[in-house]
């Protein structure tokens, strides 16, 4: 039902920045919760960003406050992770993920979402 694509990664030196982006397709776009998640090797996937469907409230994990900005343009059916003062923990594959949006979600755990991306690499060398 719904499609998703990122892209931006790539190889960058600590300190550097990056902004990720998705791309959505599908049924309505503007009514879903979109997230950020990255799973690091031999890691679990966890959360990093969350944005509600009105870009009016937005949640970061701990590691990535003031350094990471999410945002979303609806009329391009596109959702952004603005990385800056990258460090090497930020390496890993990062996700974009789509979730109906509920008055019960916490908007921070990964089965609270659908839908998901192929994801895209994100390398940060010291």
């Known amino acids: 039902q719904v499609q998703l694509v990122e892209s931006g990664g790539g190889l960058v030196q600590a300190g550097g920045s990056l902004r990720l982006s998705c791309a959505a397709s599908?049924?309505?776009?503007?009514?879903?919760?979109m997230g950020w998640f990255r799973q690091a090797p031999g890691k679990v996937r966890v959360f990093v960003a969350a944005?509600?469907?009105?870009?009016?409230?937005?949640y970061y994990a701990d590691s990535v406050k003031g350094r990471f900005t999410i945002s979303r343009d609806n009329a391009k059916n596109t959702v952004y992770l603005q990385m800056n003062s990258l460090k090497p923990e930020d390496t890993a594959v990062y996700y974009c993920?789509?979730?109906?949006?509920?008055?019960?979600?916490?908007?921070?755990?990964?089965?609270?979402?659908?839908?998901w991306g192929q994801g895209t690499q994100v390398t940060v060398s010291s």
């Open positions: 599908g049924r309505t776009f503007s009514t879903y919760v």
């Open positions: 993920a789509a979730g109906s949006s509920s008055t019960m979600m916490t908007m921070k755990q990964p089965y609270e979402y659908d839908y």
């Open positions: 944005i509600s469907w009105s870009g009016g409230r937005t």
